[in-house]
């Protein structure tokens, strides 16, 4: 994998031109886990899409529960003050607060569940699986080619996060499945939710992909056999990227 060049804005880069893409530009935040960075680089960025790509709780260092979930309110907020220019994701560490059968995540914290719960479930319409531009494509973690086709049994004729938005109760069990290399079961393929990089080497082929989850340094980007993805777990190291239309 290669690392895009900075070019400016704290390390938001350029190096992601999509040619069917018009209008503003998009800035993709990844993951946030208490983090309030954001708001910086929203501030420094205004006029732009701004897509977040989950992970809003479970910080990796100590934090007060109540700077946690008001950092998640703030970004509520701002995605009702403008639901046309903000598009919230949701990953592995938020699922879990909220759905059912949801395999677990390191830093669960069961001090914050009751007031994670009715903050995500009251606010359900406002957050989403997938985001597509074109043919650019935003998930927390990724989508590998074999595991749409296969495990997904996904229409590469069809928008492709239409079907991740809306699956069929079939597709469900691929869609929130983690896979064997995040400790799930064994020749497991993780879905957009849990996707490790050993298990994107050939992403979704025809697609350029924007991702959180694998945690990057820098942005950076991986192709193979027609298909492109933009690792964008870096907020800790104050990165993100802005995608140029």
Known sequence: MNTIKDVKYYGICEDAKGNDLKGQSIIAIGDIHGLNYWQKVVKENPNSKYVFLGDYLDP????SHDLLIDNLQQIVQFKQEQPKN???????????YFLRGIDRCSRYDMFIAGKARPLFVENQSLFQYAHQEGNTIFTHAGIAHHW???????????NIADQLNNPTPIQETALYRCGECRGGEKDAVG???????????EPLQGYTQVVGHNKVNNVTVHIKNGGRIVFCDCLFNKRCLRYIL
């Open 86 to 96: 903000v598009v919230l994701l949701l990953g592995n560490h938020d699922l879990q």
């Open 60 to 63: 990796n260092a100590d934090m």
């Open 148 to 158: 749409f086709v296969r495990d997904f049994k996904g229409d590469l004729t069809k």
């Open 191 to 201: 879905g957009i939710f849990w996707a490790d990089t050993e298990e994107l080497d």
